[in-house]
């Protein structure tokens, strides 16, 4: 009787003992996962501020330092309207403005950051962080052609339904708000355009009810 209770002793020490350790690394790592991902986020926002790759493969500390020194977090809000986080260069009105967008995408959330000219009411840049689209279909949506097809495009010319601009067939693209999909990705398309049109009016909106900070 004595032996087993040794035995259950032993094991229970063992599995507290474990519990803690593993506990402590998931602790561990959960701090280095979210730091890297906020040094990608910034990475991704001053590409599209400074239209240069500078920070990239820059260890998170030095790219934090970066963001710091060269971003401005703003808040755009207006009356009625739920406040909206953005970035633009620091210390000036310049354009662009970095502002994040989500929505839903064919299989999951698609998520990323969307530069726009202000004044010029064009976008200057686009970059997807997030989504589970299909590879070599869908996922083509993080490639540099296709995020390529959205730079210059204008947001003031809505069509007669609302819409600002429009995903048509691959080698199609004929008006200027008119922008090439992905062949064998129409729902993938479909959900961009349909995301990007949403945070384009919402923007626009804040802008247009003077929550330009």
Known sequence: MRQRLGVVLFTLAVTVVCGGLVCGVNALLADRTASNAQAARQRVILRLLQGTA??????????????????????????????????????????????????????????????????????????????????GLGGRISEPAFRARFAGKPLDQPGPD???????????????????GITGASETSRA?????????????????????P
């Open 54 to 135: 500078e920070a990239d493969g820059l260890p998170g500390d030095r790219v934090a330092a970066l963001f710091q020194d060269r971003v401005d977090t703003v808040t755009l809000q207006a009356p009625g309207q739920a406040p909206l986080t953005a970035f633009r260069p620091k210390g000036t009105a310049a354009a662009p403005i970095v502002f994040p967008f989500r929505g839903q995408g064919f299989w999951d959330a698609i998520a990323g950051f969307l530069a726009i000219d202000p004044a010029a009411k064009k976008i200057v840049g686009i970059e997807f962080t997030e989504h589970a689209e299909t590879p």
């Open 162 to 180: 609302g819409r600002r601009l429009r995903l048509v067939s691959e080698g199609t693209a004929a008006q200027p708000t008119e922008i090439d």
């Open 192 to 212: 961009v355009e349909r995301i990007v049109n949403r945070a384009a009016d919402t923007i626009l909106a804040l802008l247009a009810a003077g929550g330009q």
